[in-house]
Structures are given as C-alpha cells and as structure tokens.
C-alpha cells in the first residue's frame, strides 16, 4: 500500500489526477446550473458541494505540483471529498430503491463520487494539517449541513424530499465520521508521512 500511495505523489500521475480533478469539478458546478439559478446569492458557496470538494482537492494537486502544502484545503478536502463522495453514491442508490430505476448518469455518478471519496484518502500520507485546520473543516462541514437541511438548500432529488429529515440526520453523522477520517488517518500519531518527491 505505501508503494502504491508513493506512485501516486508522482509527478505524471499528479497531472492526470489534476486534469481528471479539473474536468470533474468543471462538469460538477455545470451539473448545478439550474439549482444555482433558483439560489438566493448569499447561499452560491453553499451549495454546489461535491464540485466545491473536488476544487479544493484541485488545489491540493496544484500545490503537490509545485512542491507546497495548503493545510487548511488539505483538511477541508480530505473531509468533504469523503461525505460528498458517499452521499452521493448513497443519494443514487436511494433513487434506485425508491423509482425501481436511475439513468445513466445516476450510475456514472456513483462511479464517479466513489473515486472521489476514495482519492482524497489516498493521498492522505502526503497532508499536513494541524489540529485547528481540521477544526476550521469541521465548521465549515456542519455549517453547510445548517445551511443545507434548516435552509433548504440541499442537492435536488425530488424523488427523496419526503425524506429530507431523515437524510439530514443521516448527513449530519456522515460528517462526523469525515471528521474522524481526517483525524486518523493524518493526526493520528501512528499514522505514516510521505514526502512530496523531488
């Protein structure tokens, strides 16, 4: 596993993640367009949440790229990849059970979200952050699941809004397990570092 997680932080697979990264984020604020055009303005950050996770693993890829560390993106995308990432594939898979159907793109976002989860915690040997940056990602987290389920701006899936409260609290805890996540798998003392090659 750690040779497999060294390849990773290597130059060319870097620039396929940051390329396969930038396409993703692109298609994933696109795939909002019409939820964002019914927003109040003061909610637009709020709400595209799976393409706002992987731009901040763009910017994770970025710095790796140039040899630097962003702690505080690190932590914010090693938290949101994770709870968007299962979400969503959670959120399809609902849809299936309940219309007894999902459409291609349902199956491609389940693919695509699973990766998304799975790649920010790959690459956690190569993160930095401290304590207070997961803190300011825990913040964050539980204030978009505030803004999503009191406010109403959660991801439209018409078909699983008799079920909001019950996703809410299902969210609310997938955040907490996020949270623990990034805790152990990069705070913890025994967890393993790997440095940046040259």
């Keep these: 596993m750690k040779i497999f997680q060294y ?3 290597q130059k060319p697979i870097l620039i396929v993640m940051f390329l396969i990264n930038f396409f993703g984020t692109f298609y994933g604020y696109y795939w909002y367009r019409y939820q964002l055009s019914e927003t109040p303005a003061h909610f637009y950050l709020f709400v595209p949440d799976s393409p706002t996770a992987s731009l901040f693993f763009l910017i994770v890829l970025l710095g ?3 040899r630097k560390n962003f702690p505080l993106i690190e932590a914010l995308a090693i938290v949101t990849l ?3 990432g299962i979400w969503a594939v959670i959120m399809n898979i609902l849809v299936l059970l309940i219309d007894g159907s999902l459409p291609w793109e349902g199956y491609m ?3 695509s979200h699973f990766g998304m ?3 920010g915690l790959l690459y956690a040997p190569y993160y930095r952050f401290k304590a207070w940056h997961l803190l300011v990602a825990a913040v964050w987290t539980l204030h978009n ?3 999503d389920y009191v406010f109403g701006m959660m991801p439209h899936y018409s ?3 008799d079920y909001s409260n019950h996703i809410g609290y299902f969210t609310f805890w997938l955040s907490i397990i996020s949270l623990l ?3 152990g798998l990069v705070l913890n003392k025994r967890s393993y570092k790997l440095s940046l090659p040259k």
């Design 7 to 9: 390849v990773l932080g």
């Design 64 to 66: 790796f790229l140039i």
């Design 82 to 84: 994770f709870k968007y």
């Design 109 to 111: 976002l389940i693919a």
């Design 117 to 119: 989860a799975i790649q």
């Design 145 to 147: 699941d505030v803004i």
């Design 159 to 161: 078909m699983l809004m």
């Design 181 to 183: 996540i990034g805790y």
